[in-house]
């Protein structure tokens, strides 16, 4: 089930002096509005290809506070990267792994640090059925790559959401596809690797196609999405018990339609972003209750403010939520919005050369500032790795 969040209205707003009357004056005086100031995008890095290219997952901190993601394309195999971001400004980049087929290829889920402080994800293609694997990066360097698990469509294929883990302590995920129906999967799996255990089958009308990861709420159930299937084939919000027990509610396009990304929960609900649907078939932001229920339809996207998210909201330091959406904005390129009530506001718009089709979730630093990727764009268009500050 996906979560949205209604947040207090933004301390940012531009304020509106006026002074009244004074006394050496005849009739009173009133100062211009001062413009707004607009937020502040930085390139940390380029993509070339050569470094990496096309990032389709967001970047994570880690415990040694280095920043860590993923690239689906580019390496020396051009079948997809893992990288680390040193520096002062996290602009220093070193390659951890090329990926080669074997080991995976086209890594496009957001790494998972667990309490062991290995570095744990999913390729969705490559490995030994060219189905995708999960893999562990050891700690200290991370530079040492262990296969885990290959999925062979029996028991799930390309996986697209990242690893959680999972109240027994095994990880958990999701496979967009495979299992018995061919519709994806819930999936688990011991830190140490091993078979993956088979969850829950997607079966079209309890949902098919799930692209995001699970979430792990505060109830003791699991929560996701699936892109596609339930009663109007629109995609669904799930509610999972530890048993395996499913129980799904679907979208209709008001209330949103083909959701590809996970959940958050705050304050008793669940929110999360559709890629179509609501008011404008531009996308929207939904909320689901604890414990399951239908979608309910919090914002719409109307292109301005951006359109055709595929990233989850995060929950800013200041209280308010914030997101990226893979189109819209001034230049049809994406954005960066926050979300206040019922509102989307347009922060920032993405032009190519800074960026283009952000399709990740944000991450938002002690600093205040927020991390993300961008999949396109950037001086070779083959992607950014940036630093917004609102």
Same mark, same amino acid.
């Given at each position: ?34 413009q ?14 050569v470094? *990496? ?14 920043? &860590? ?10 079948r ?5 971001l ?17 080991n ?15 570095? &744990? ?9 060219? @189905? ?15 296969? @885990? ?41 011991? @830190? ?33 999405t699936?892109?596609t ?15 395996g027990?499913?129980?799904? &509610? ?52 109307? *292109? ?9 909201? %995060?929950?800013? %330091?200041? *209280?308010?939520? &914030? ?37 990740? /979730?944000?991450i ?8 993300? /990727?961008?999949?396109?764009? *950037? ?12």
């Amino acid at each position: 089930m996906k979560k949205i969040n209604l947040c207090k209205p933004s301390p940012s707003k531009n304020t509106v002096l006026i002074l009244t009357s004074l006394a050496v004056l005849s009739s009173p005086l009133v100062l211009p509005l001062p413009q707004a100031v607009a937020g502040t995008l930085t390139t940390l890095v380029n993509f070339n290809g050569v470094n *990496g290219a096309s990032p389709k997952a967001g970047v994570l901190q880690g415990t040694d506070s280095n920043i &860590y993601g993923t690239t689906s394309e580019g390496g020396s195999q051009n079948r997809g990267t893992a990288f680390k971001l040193t520096g002062t400004n996290f602009s220093t980049l070193t390659t951890l792994v090329n990926f080669n087929g074997t080991n995976g290829t086209n890594p496009i889920a957001r790494l998972f640090q667990a309490s062991d402080g290995n570095l &744990y994800g999913v390729t969705s293609t490559g490995g030994t059925s060219n @189905l995708g694997t999960v893999f562990r990066l050891a700690k200290t360097t991370f530079t040492t790559l262990t296969t @885990l698990s290959n999925f062979n469509g029996t028991n799930g294929a390309n996986p697209a959401g990242r690893l959680i883990s999972g109240s027994d302590g095994r990880l958990w995920g999701t496979t967009s596809a495979g299992g018995v129906n061919g519709r994806g999967t819930v999936f688990k799996v011991p @830190l140490t690797g091993g078979t993956p255990t088979i969850v829950v089958n997607f079966n079209g009308t309890n949902g098919a196609t799930p692209l995001a990861r699970l979430q792990l709420a505060t109830d003791g159930n699991y929560y996701g999405t699936t892109s596609t299937g339930g009663t109007s084939n629109r995609g669904t919000v799930f509610k999972l018990t530890p048993a395996g027990v499913l129980t799904s &509610y679907s979208f209709n396009g008001s209330n949103g339609q083909s959701p590809q990304s996970a959940l958050i929960e705050s304050s008793g609900f669940l929110y999360g972003t559709t890629f179509l649907g609501g008011a404008s078939n531009r996308g929207a932001i939904f909320r689901v209750p604890l414990g399951g229920g239908s979608p309910v339809l919090v914002a719409s996207f109307n *292109g301005t403010n951006g359109a055709n998210p595929t990233a989850a909201l %995060i929950r800013g %330091i200041d *209280g308010n939520f &914030y997101g990226t959406a893979s189109t819209g904005g001034a230049s049809n390129k994406g954005s960066i919005y926050r979300l206040v009530g019922g509102t989307i506001s347009l922060l920032f718009s993405f032009n190519g050369t800074n960026g283009a089709t952000p399709n990740s /979730t944000l991450i938002q630093l002690s600093n205040g500032a927020f991390y993300g /990727t961008a999949s396109a764009g *950037g001086t070779s268009n083959r992607g950014t790795v940036f630093r917004y500050v609102n």
